[in-house]
């Protein structure tokens, strides 16, 4: 079964190649070439993933990453990423692109002002007056150039009450409106963005009102907000059905490799997250039996790779113990090689799921993976601290502020900041299932809750 | 002309291939191959160069790298070291590697304590009391496996008095004696250490008692503690034709390309140096015509690689702007880049005097690089901000307790120890010749200064 699609003036085409159930195998083409499907795109935010250098990106088998919109608008601004040539000349990275619209940025931002033409705030370390709206946000990332570049849209923070979700849908419509008004590079593909919360009410209309209008692909935002795994699958379940078979569907800023197996398995095709990128640079490595935190003292004089399995220049050369002294002692090449082993672990994934899909294998991998991921045996007491709205969002303060390996005192302070966020007990995100301070029978609890949490099946 | 010597029971020989004048050409055997020299070694003090993957180090050109004893003990342990299989196995460097012998590091430290026996300090972090001893510097390196391992000296400091320079003198050659007794490893190249200060006679009686010592090689040590470039290259002189001929000679902690240069030219071998890694962390880049701070508003927009004539990957692929943006952002890529490109143009310069001595141009290649290095035209302003005798020495402070790249308060808090520092103003260090507060003048006083410096050629 092969099925394409492209809008007659795209830049960009989507292949339907196969399906088993609702997972999807496809191949998007842009004008950088291709990204097969299921993909996972590394963040790139500042037009650099932290720590690796682009040769370093590709070897993991990333066809695409991601830049952001509101951070290279600031530094070096946009007018600079165009001067030296566009995102894809300056990175050195002649594969795909895709810049986010900064919408995702700006609502975390404190002092924010919306009205409908945009958002206005003041960018913190200069006090220096911003406004972005639809139409800037495009001229924006036109002049970054990115091959898939996001509608400007409203984000909604978890929870909200239903009126302000649902004025954000209408609003994301008319934005999404003016942002294809605007958009002026025929090589660029611009993808609308679905939101609604947890409604599952709202997110069918915004799903209907996003394909309304024609474009190469479409996305699902408003999530990995702090709504948690089950959560996170319910809007996935409400919102994929009513989205264009014959474009690509992206789940922005997911997540863990569980949320990832499930999405794919609920028919989503793309995804980002700076989890990997951001674990991997202060030691919370990705392995087949579950993460590990290779900082703990237990690993001081391992001899043995991250992960036996894992084929990253990383594992193929280091043990353990250099890497938990690399990291103990921040040396950078600590968090280079956290990074990429992360995020090869990521690509090692998505392909599993590839070729799964491919060979009709997808529903029995899909439970090994997760029987193993998720199983209690030699788990560390991961003690992660953060909260994983902090972890999934690219926010504004913690890498730039503080150095690339975080402090005790930042550890302190992001977990307080996470303490305090409101968040119903039945929601708990995969973070905390982790975190033994609070939860003294944490990898009992963890597979119950697992379980509890995937408990609501694709259709 | 070739000819080779080797101990008897050394692992390591040295063939001395060809010269021109005092410049040699030869070529290092250790049990992990060949070095050619003249060589320069960069500096991986805890085991990892920083910002550098060992395939990215290799690829520099390098054929050697350093790692330090002090900081390796202190973590993560060379027992540790040890049972990860030694240096080369944990740090996935197949090529040979030098460890000094925590003798420069240790006479750094505030609130030591040396008799006959040896050196007592506390660790600053833990407060933990360590003494080192040459029998446990012997010890140490030992376990950390090295191809070359240094003798456990006393290195005054500058300016330093006659008589305790004479009593360093002799108590160097007493400790070399019960490092030689302890050295436990046949596969392991013991060198010596020329002490001595500024003073030439003491120079001279130095050498000739190290010498009496029969080992694979010699070096001098005490430099690049703030005497600058004309007083080191007066140390050379009188120690180098006191040195062992078939011996491989390694001058320690040195330095600016135009000391490499000199150096060789008064038959220097061996070369190491934080130097160009620390500068290239934090945006002072090295090029033909002489460094660069791309950190500076005026490379924002521009297009050029950091060395038009440089093959490293950066100058392949990457702006100014781009570098600069990376920089200015606290980006690892941007650290990592500088690092790769500064390494890169040390090894290719070493590379350039290598063929010029086999073609017997070394002279007119001396003075071909120094008048396009240090040519006044479109100098930066680097207002480099540190101490020669903080940049060359590896400290304890800068890199650990601080980030990747120097913040302004770092900046100022390193100017402000190193303007405190005492030294004759006739010993300015090269780093001051770019101090633009200080010196409105600096471009013409650079260049007096430097034929100043260089009045002394060799004989």
């Known amino acids: 079964m092969t099925e394409s699609t492209s809008s007659t003036a795209s830049p960009l085409s989507f292949e339907l190649i196969t399906t088993e159930?609702?997972?999807?195998?496809?191949?998007?083409?842009?004008?950088?070439?291709?990204?097969?499907?299921?993909?996972f795109m590394p963040v790139g935010t500042r037009a650099t993933v932290k720590g690796l250098m682009p040769r370093d990106l590709a070897e993991t088998g990333a066809e695409i990453c991601l830049a952001n919109t509101y951070h290279l608008h600031v530094a070096p601004g946009d007018d600079v990423v165009k001067k030296l040539g566009g995102l894809h000349t300056m990175m050195a990275w002649d594969k795909p692109i895709l810049t986010d619209s900064g919408g995702f940025q700006v609502f975390s931002l404190p002092k924010l002002k919306m009205d409908e033409e945009g958002v206005s705030f003041n960018y913190k370390k200069s006090g220096k007056p911003i406004k972005l709206t639809p139409e800037r946000s495009m001229l924006i990332q036109n002049n970054l150039g990115a091959d898939i570049i996001m509608a400007f849209d409203v984000c909604v923070p978890f929870p909200c009450d239903y009126r302000p979700a649902q004025e954000a849908v209408y609003r994301t419509k008319r934005w999404l409106e003016r942002c294809k008004a605007a958009h002026k590079r025929e090589d660029q593909a611009l993808f609308g963005i679905v939101q609604g919360s947890t409604y599952p009410d709202l997110r069918a209309l915004s799903a209907q009102l996003t394909a309304e209008i024609d474009l190469p692909g479409y996305a699902i935002g408003g999530v990995s907000v702090g709504e948690g795994h089950q959560l996170m699958m319910e809007v996935v379940d409400a919102t994929e059905p009513l989205m264009p078979k014959h474009k690509p569907r992206y789940l922005m800023g997911v997540g863990y490799p569980e949320d990832l197996v499930e999405a794919v398995a609920r028919g989503v095709d793309m995804f980002d997250c700076v989890l990997p990128s951001r674990y991997g640079r202060s030691g919370v490595l990705f392995t087949r039996r579950g993460?590990?935190?290779?900082?703990?003292g237990k690993y001081k004089k391992d001899k043995y790779p991250v992960d036996t399995q894992c084929t990253c220049y990383g594992c193929q050369n280091f043990s353990r113990g250099y890497?938990?002294?690399?990291?103990?002692?921040?040396e950078i090449l600590g968090s280079t090689l956290g990074t990429l082993h992360?995020?090869?672990?990521?690509?090692?994934?998505?392909?599993?799921?590839?070729?799964?899909?491919?060979?009709?294998?997808?529903?029995?991998?899909?439970?090994?993976?997760?029987?193993?991921?998720?199983?209690?045996?030699?788990?560390?007491?991961?003690?992660?601290?953060?909260?994983?709205?902090?972890i999934t969002r690219d926010d504004l303060s913690w890498d730039t502020e503080h150095s690339i390996v975080p402090t005790k005192q930042d550890l302190r302070e992001t977990k307080s900041a996470g303490t305090n966020k409101t968040q119903p007990s039945s929601q708990k995100s995969p973070s905390n299932k982790a975190s033994s301070s609070e939860q003294p029978k944490k990898h009992k609890k963890s597979r119950k809750h697992y379980e509890k949490r995937s408990k609501n099946k694709p259709k």
Chains 1, 2 share one sequence.
């Open 342 to 390: 992360n995020i090869t672990f990521y690509q090692d994934l998505m392909r599993a799921m590839r070729t799964a899909i491919e060979e009709g294998t997808f529903e029995s991998f899909r439970k090994a993976f997760l029987d193993e991921y998720l199983s209690d045996d030699k788990k560390d007491d991961l003690n992660l601290h953060f909260n994983p709205a902090e």
């Open 21 to 39: 159930g609702r997972a999807r195998r496809g191949r998007v083409t842009t004008p950088h070439g291709q990204i097969n499907t299921p993909a």
């Open 323 to 330: 890497i938990n002294h690399l990291l103990n002692s921040r």
């Open 291 to 296: 993460p590990i935190r290779v900082t703990k």
